[in-house]
């Protein structure tokens, strides 16, 4: 297993302490199937489109579930049931039920999701809050940061 140091980051970055946990996780790879395959693309700025390749299934066979910083797809579909009329001789595409988890960073939110051609696609945008969009401070004269409070205060 491959391990990284990100002792360096750490002296430029602050509040990233998650970071070294996510990359590892990420290293690990997921458990389980690889099914169904998906496809994630950044669509604009502050936008991504999660894409899972979900063939046979409707929209009443999958749930979307956002929750505490993660996005849960769920599919579940009927067995169908073999017989004398509808025996498969070859059986190539899956019908199995499956749950793909995805972690989704702060203020992240899914927007939408549609089904189109067995394409589910889901809609995220990163929404930041004003509180935490940059902004620009002025740099005073000496003394003058002083002089402003006080006539703040006098009136």
């Known amino acids: 297993m491959t391990t990284f140091d990100f002792s360096p980051l750490f002296r ?5 302490d998650r970071l070294a946990a996510l990359m590892n996780s990420a290293n690990r790879g997921e458990q389980g199937s690889a099914f169904p395959p998906y496809n994630i693309q ?14 046979g299934f409707a929209e009443a066979d999958l749930d979307i579930t956002s929750e505490n910083g993660k996005l849960i797809v769920t599919g579940s579909k009927p067995e169908d049931g073999e017989g004398d009329d509808n ?5 190539g595409i899956a019908t199995r039920s499956f749950e793909r988890r995805f972690n989704l960073a702060d203020h992240v939110k899914v927007t939408g999701a549609s089904l189109d051609n067995g394409l589910l696609h889901i809609e995220l945008e990163r929404e930041i809050p004003e509180a935490m969009k940059p ?3 002025e740099i005073h004269a000496p003394g003058a940061l002083l002089e402003n409070t006080a006539e703040e205060k006098a009136a």
């Open 12 to 16: 430029t970055s602050v509040g990233y």
């Open 42 to 55: 950044k669509a604009g700025d502050d936008r991504y489109r999660i894409t899972m390749a979900v063939a």
């Open 87 to 91: 025996a498969f001789l070859y059986r």
């Open 135 to 137: 902004r620009k401070i």
